[in-house]
């Protein structure tokens, strides 16, 4: 099983930018995909964004050309760039890693959009 740690959450004022990162406790090479979901209050877990071992990226269409996801294989880490932020955006993101069909997440971050 893979260890995820996310971090680089906080409160952010509107049109700000963040970095988040999701560092795995083992060489990300075997790891298939990995990507961000969000959670904001009383609402369901949604897709952010992923990116596959070969370098192939999605995003949802909320974030598209907002967000940028990025892997540094040497570090083990994923990041989620996250610019031009909305208040819509706060939410609690998710890491996850897919690696030969199992699936793992991190504990999550906070981020908070607000004036």
């Known amino acids: 099983q893979v260890q995820l740690v996310e971090s680089g959450g906080g409160l952010v004022q509107p049109g700000g930018s963040l970095r988040l990162s999701c560092v795995a406790s083992?060489?990300?090479?075997?790891?298939?995909?990995m990507g961000w979901y969000r959670q904001a209050p009383g609402k369901q877990r949604d897709f952010v964004a992923d990116?596959?071992?070969?370098?192939?990226?999605n995003y949802a269409n909320s974030v598209k050309g907002r967000f940028t996801i990025s892997r540094d294989n040497a570090k083990n880490t994923v990041y989620l760039q996250m610019n031009a932020l909305k208040p819509e955006d706060t939410a609690v993101y998710y890491c996850?890693?897919?690696?030969?069909?199992?699936?793992?997440w991190g504990q999550g971050t906070q981020v908070t959009v607000s004036p």
């Open positions: 990116i596959a071992s070969g370098g192939t990226t």
């Open positions: 083992e060489s990300i090479f075997s790891i298939n995909v």
């Open positions: 996850y890693a897919v690696r030969n069909g199992n699936l793992n």
